[in-house]
């Protein structure tokens, strides 16, 4: 799968792996963490999740910028994985107030946004080189897929970490205790009973005669697990900075050399008030109907837009105004995308059973899915097409390994074993790793029949197939009751709350069915975009419109608070529909300017 690609892809897939390591633990748990640290709703936890998943794309425009100015792509990239480190010590420190929590969440952002866009780019100035033009779509999916390798672990980091703390502390973890926690202390729990129940069922050291010490040791010792769980994603930073560092050498070098035309903040002087003038406009009206912050949101993109066409310059126009568009329509695919690590988080902790069989357990630990993996890599090295003596031979020694390691582990599960909701989180990054290479095999296989569709029309493929992942998700929730049924107003106005009975929780195949076709949807659109922004951007705008990638993410990520708002107001079912609408709707856009999308790709 490497054949005809330069040496660099695979130093930027390690770095990028190891980062998204970091990244991913945090985000497996960030809002969970929050909750039970700091007794968030849904509203408030979901707002500050989704600007800081709003920061960590955005600010790829402010590093985008830095590099293309100064031509330093590389530099820029070990400027924020400083940065990154610096703002995930500060997270792994326990019992930090909310504020501190927050400047944390910025210093990771603002290293990120030095970090990921520059990176994408550089690893398309690899394929700049007319060498490995032809392989530019693939490499993006190679690429994507490192992204991916560090996520799959991430989650079982994050939870192994959390439940270690909680058993030095005499507790076992169960999701939903955090909350029935805070509402008991805030005199807000319809039912004492049942965190009674729990607590005596998680508690180690006997029965709990004292529920509020309980809620407030368990509290402490469940949030300070994610604290070192934060320490963990540090971890993981040196480890992707020491990569970077001794094979950063194999990445292309694009110093600024003397007569070449660069993006100045400078040029067109008047561009830029103009674009603030946008940008601040877009931010007062939409705040009119929402809040300042979403307006400040949607108007830096609009701000961004303005100033990104001002200083084109007429042959650049045409592709400029395509990625435009192009970033428009991943909006609303990241925003209902993202949800995964929000009100789809809250639909397995909240919705989906606690603990499951044998059989089903064999997806919720690290060892099970690996054995399985190498069960299903023996199977595949047998049987495909071409394969040597020897290939054949590894093939049945991975059968046998993975087989009897499955054969291990199902016999070491018990009749029920508990699940935690994070390592959901885990299934989207193991469907990027194995389908990577179905996905690549299926457009090659339609590129050497001259079949293979062009990279807009895939994106708009991409966002039909993550409306089907929404429809499976809103099928299972049909008939369950929804959060804002559990909520009751006492005659003192105080707002009381009921558990989700068991009737209401259904097999963690729902989600998992979900989050596979929304991998699928996934790959059509994320690489294929990079991919097309990598080809279309103007020569001089590389690192900026990687960014303005970014940037489009980050508005979608802000937008994530219709999911966590919605959440307690409607049915679940309805709550899915409105995904759907977005992803239709958008791919129904994409398809009807498809033809000046391909013009401008040429």
């Known amino acids: 799968m490497l054949k005809n690609h330069p040496k660099g892809l695979l130093v930027a897939f390690f770095t990028n792996m190891g ?143 959390r439940n270690w703390f ?25 039912d004492v009973g049942e965190l009674q129940t729990l607590a005596n069922q998680v508690s180690l050291t006997g029965p709990v005669a004292d529920l509020s010490a309980f809620a407030s040791q368990y509290l402490d010792a469940f949030s300070t697990g994610y604290n070192y769980a934060f320490g963990i994603a ?29 993006i100045t903040l400078g040029e067109k002087p008047w561009a830029i008030p103009v674009a603030l003038a946008a940008g601040f406009i877009t931010a007062f009206l939409i705040s009119l109907v929402r809040d300042f912050a979403t307006g400040m949101a949607i108007g830096l993109f609009v701000g961004f837009v303005t100033w990104i066409i001002m200083i084109s310059k007429k042959e650049e126009l045409q592709r400029v105004k395509a990625l435009l568009l192009v970033f428009l329509v991943v909006i609303f695919f990241w925003m209902s995308f993202h949800q995964n690590g929000l009100t789809l988080t809250f639909f397995a902790r909240d919705y989906t059973v606690k603990t499951v069989d044998p059989y089903t357990f064999m997806f919720f630990t690290v060892e099970n899915i690996l054995s399985i993996v190498v069960f299903i890599a023996g199977i595949v090295l047998i049987l495909g097409k071409g ?98 049924e559990l909520k009751m107003v006492a005659a003192d106005g105080t707002v009381k709350f009921s558990p989700v009975p068991d009737s209401s929780r259904v097999m963690p195949y729902w989600l998992i069915s979900s989050y596979l076709i929304l991998t699928i949807a996934e790959l059509f659109l994320s690489p294929m975009g990079l991919s097309f922004v990598s080809k279309v951007a103007p020569v001089r705008f590389q690192g900026v419109m990687q960014g303005g990638w970014l940037l489009a993410t980050a508005v979608g990520n802000k937008l994530l608070f219709v999911g966590s708002t919605l959440w307690g107001s409607l049915d679940l079912w309805a709550l899915w529909l409105i995904f759907i609408v977005c992803c239709l709707a958008s791919a129904a856009f994409i398809f009807s300017i498809m033809k000046f999308l391909e013009r401008a790709s040429k």
């Open 19 to 161: 980062e998204r390591f970091g990244f991913y633990t945090m985000m497996a748990i960030l809002v969970l963490f929050l909750q039970a640290r700091y007794g968030l709703d849904e509203d408030v936890a979901g707002g500050i999740y989704s600007w800081f998943y709003f920061a960590i794309y955005a600010l790829a425009l402010v590093g985008g910028i830095l590099a293309d100015a100064t031509r330093k792509y590389k530099f820029v990239i070990l400027m924020g994985q400083i940065v990154m480190f610096a703002g995930y010590i500060i997270m792994a420190v326990p019992n930090l107030p909310l504020p501190i929590t927050v400047v944390g969440l910025f210093t990771i952002a603002l290293g990120n946004g030095f970090f990921k866009g520059n990176l994408q780019a550089v690893v398309g100035q690899m394929y700049d080189d007319p060498k490995y033009a032809s392989v530019r779509d693939t490499a993006y999916l190679i690429f994507y897929m490192g992204i991916n390798v560090g996520a799959f672990f991430a989650p079982f980091a994050a939870t192994g970490i």
């Open 166 to 190: 909680l058993k030095t502390q005499g507790f076992l973890h169960d999701g939903s205790l955090p909350a029935l926690c805070h509402q008991f202390q805030d005199g807000r729990l319809q």
């Open 234 to 262: 540090a971890i993981a930073m040196i480890i992707s900075l020491m990569a970077y560092v001794i094979f950063n050498k194999h990445l292309p070098t694009r110093e600024k050399v003397q007569g070449e035309a660069t």
């Open 387 to 484: 394969k040597t003596l020897n290939t054949r031979l590894i093939g049945g020694a991975l059968l046998v390994a993975g087989g009897s390691a499955m054969a291990y582990f199902f016999k070491q599960g018990d009749a029920q074993n508990p699940i935690a909701p994070e390592v959901f989180q885990s299934f989207n990054p193991l469907f990027i790793v194995t389908l990577t290479f179905v996905v690549a095999g299926f457009f090659g296989w339609l590129n050497k029949r001259g079949k293979e569709p062009s990279t807009p029309r895939k994106i708009g493929f991409g966002m039909i197939i993550a409306a089907l992942g929404f429809l499976v998700i809103l099928i299972g929730s049909l008939n369950m009751v929804s959060p804002h």
